[in-house]
Nanobody, 120 residues
Framework: QVQLVESGGGLVQAGGSLRLSCAAS????????KAWFRQAPGKEREFVAA????????YYADSVKGRFTISRDNAKNTLHLQMNSLKPDDTALYYC?????????????WGQGTQVTVSS
């Protein structure tokens, strides 16, 4: 059974940092594209960042470019999102996802999400 489990969310003040992690089990995703998405209350889920199987390429939504960094550790089957200079608008449920081809839209596997709340 394939599972993606996010962790690292929490409450942080504006300007602060958080590091999200996503642990995969049930299969090896070393060749899969991985990504982070987020969904704020009352809004549609939106793409945040993606990373290729070998660690490149990476691609970011304009809203997080320069503040967030996506990375992966294929030996540990994990994905990370370092979030700096957080803003209240970053408040959302953050999901990790995996897909067998490069994508910034459709993803085959999804986690359950971890909540990030940024206070002003």
């Amino acid at each position: 059974q394939v599972q993606l489990v996010e962790s690292g969310g929490g409450l942080v003040q504006a300007g602060g940092s958080l590091r999200l992690s996503c642990a995969a089990s049930g299969r090896t995703f070393s060749t899969y594209t991985k990504a982070w998405f987020r969904q704020a209350p009352g809004k549609e889920r939106e793409f945040v960042a993606a990373i290729g199987g070998s660690g490149t390429p990476t691609y970011y939504a304009d809203s997080v470019k320069g503040r967030f960094t996506i990375s992966r550790d294929n030996a540990k089957n994990t994905l990370h999102l370092q979030m700096n200079s957080l803003k209240p608008d970053d408040t959302a449920l953050y999901y990790c996802a995996a897909n067998n081809v490069w994508s910034v839209g459709y993803y085959q596997y999804w986690g359950q999400g971890t909540q990030v709340t940024v206070s002003s």
